[in-house]
Nanobody
Framework: QVQLVESGGGLVQAGGSLRLSCAASRSIFSFNVMGWYRQAPGKQRELVAHITSGGNTDYGDSVKGRFTISGDNAKNTVYLQMNSLKPEDTAVYYC??????????WGQGTQVTVSS
């Protein structure tokens, strides 16, 4: 069973930055796609960013140019660097990895709160 552990959430003022980490219990080489999602109160969960095993990235329209997803194979960790944060970025952020057999794993979530 794969475990994903997120960290790095917290409270930040608008315009500030945070870096989220998602550490996997096995090599990230074994995953096809690794991504970050978020869910704000009363809203559906939405894709924030994802990165493929080949290094291709994609971002939700609302975060393009502000957020960057990256991976560190040596640490089995995927990061989400979030800059120029806005109050509307407030949500619980989840990492989610899909492996070669289309199994999907989720982390427990980390709260990000951006104050105005």
């Amino acid at each position: 069973q794969v475990q994903l552990v997120e960290s790095g959430g917290g409270l930040v003022q608008a315009g500030g930055s945070l870096r989220l980490s998602c550490a996997a219990s096995r090599s990230i080489f074994s995953f096809n796609v690794m991504g970050w999602y978020r869910q704000a109160p009363g809203k559906q969960r939405e894709l924030v960013a994802h990165i493929t095993s080949g290094g291709n990235t994609d971002y939700g329209d609302s975060v393009k140019g502000r957020f960057t997803i990256s991976g560190d194979n040596a640490k089995n960790t995927v990061y989400l660097q979030m800059n120029s944060l806005k109050p509307e970025d407030t949500a619980v952020y989840y990492c989610s990895f899909a492996d070669l057999y289309y199994n999907v794993y989720w982390g427990q979530g980390t709260q990000v709160t951006v104050s105005s």
